[in-house]
């Protein structure tokens, strides 16, 4: 189990503003869609379509917001963001219809993924000398809070009604609220010194953008424990469906156990290259396993999901530690904001495009499409240790050719 408490204050203060914040997120990641189909009786297609456009929407903000907290400081920049999303959630009781629900969505998923952008320069300035391990730690705290708040939700399924749903809203809204108030105590961060040269140098670093579009591509695998296995235990095996809460529940635990320890021992950009291969060779393990429960007694197969989930989550503890060492090792300090903004737009692509990709291949096309989406996780695994040679010459070559200029007066 991870520390339960971190080493600083301002540590302590974030790890508590986001153990609030995501606490409200379990609730709505449980039961958020229901709440719009089930309760305020939205058709699925128009959720869909609603959500779709919330995550392009994100995706567009992440990147300013976070040049924002560089320049302006992170601090209130952050807390802006959870005020926001506190509003927009909390609007959710009025969106009885398409367009308000559709309005709705986009302020809160703008807000989520700027918000994410602005925490990053915190995270790097409060996090010691390891801020990537804290970062890790964070997650742990992360899965905790979702658990707890998938827990609450599982009651407003159960009863089911609209007052209850809209509880639910009320409730993640006040989580966010009280989150952004956590924040008062922690100090600001003075915003970091301007530079010369352009605005938006995260745009043009195209080796940080390639590892972007990698640990995208490898973010997919989020989906296969929340997607691809629930549908394929329901239509594809003969297990209990009660297996379902199975295979959450020990990823989760695995993740709150490991993922610190994990973190540990991907120190620099060359660990997390390596982390990466690893973690594509554990997803490609994964999926062939799951490719192979199909059409057997339902014990075996329920052994051998169990078995994939374990090992897939072993790969995801790698991939999450090569991503923390990554994106914050090869970022300048200055633009920490806009980097870590720049390498969310991979994970914001898989949100949006991973749970289709993985219906398509693995429950539409059923066995082969597993082994296809494995051998997509393991190839992206193979690329990363060459893009991060890549990006770390680049990295390195600003300095390289500064050299001379720095000796010429002293020649």
């Given amino acids: ?125 409060y996090g010691g000398e390891r801020p990537q391990e804290f970062r890790a730690y964070l997650r742990a705290v992360t899965n905790v809070g979702i658990s707890l708040g998938a827990v609450l939700a599982g009651w407003v399924i159960q009863v089911g009604t609209l007052t209850a749903y809209q509880l639910m809203a009320i409730g993640n809204a006040t989580a966010f609220a009280v989150s952004a108030v956590i924040l ?74 490991f993922q610190v320890r994990a973190s540990r021992n ?9 982390a990466y291969r690893r973690a594509g060779m554990a997803f490609l393990i994964a999926c062939s396993l799951i490719s192979l429960s199909a059409g057997i007694p339902a ?12 090992i897939h989550t072993i790969g995801e503890l790698w991939h999450s530690a090569a991503g923390f060492e990554v994106s914050f090792a090869l970022a300048p300090q200055h633009a920490t904001g806009q980097y870590l903004g720049v390498f969310g737009l991979g994970a914001g692509l898989a949100e949006a495009f991973g749970p289709g990709l993985l219906i398509a291949l693995c429950i539409t096309w059923g066995r082969p499409g597993w082994y296809v989406a494995g051998a997509m996780f393991a190839l992206t695994g193979l690329a990363a240790p060459p893009a991060v040679r890549w990006a770390q010459r680049h990295q390195h070559a600003p300095q390289t050719q500064l050299m001379p200029a720095e000796k010429a007066p002293t020649a």
């Fill in 266 to 274: 991907v120190d620099s950009p060359t660990a997390g290259a390596h």
């Fill in 1 to 125: 189990m991870p520390c339960l408490m971190p080493d600083t204050g301002p540590q302590r203060v974030l790890a508590a503003s986001n153990f609030v914040y995501t606490v409200g997120s379990g609730l709505y990641l449980t039961a958020g869609v229901l709440y719009f189909t089930e309760a305020v009786h939205l058709p699925t297609g128009h959720v869909g379509l609603g959500l779709g456009i919330a995550g392009l929407l994100a995706l567009a903000l992440g990147v300013t917001v976070g040049h924002l907290a560089d320049r302006h400081g992170a601090r209130g920049i952050y807390a802006a963001t959870l005020v926001v999303q506190a509003l927009a959630t909390a609007c959710f009781v009025l969106a009885n219809s398409f367009w308000p629900f559709v309005l709705a969505v986009c302020a809160a998923a703008a807000a989520k993924a700027a918000g994410i952008a602005a925490r990053s320069p915190l995270i790097r300035h």
């Fill in 299 to 310: 014990w075996v197969a329920a052994a051998l999901l169990i078995t994939a989930v374990v």
């Fill in 184 to 257: 008062v105590l922690l100090p600001p961060v003075a915003p970091a010194p301007t530079t010369g040269g352009p605005r938006w140098i995260a745009l043009r670093d195209r080796p940080y953008l390639l590892l972007t579009a990698l640990d995208g591509i490898m973010a997919i695998q989020f989906k296969v424990l929340t997607v691809a296995i629930p549908l394929w235990i329901v239509g594809a095996t003969t297990t209990p469906h009660w297996l379902i809460s199975a295979t959450m529940l020990t990823g989760t635990v695995i993740v709150v156990a």
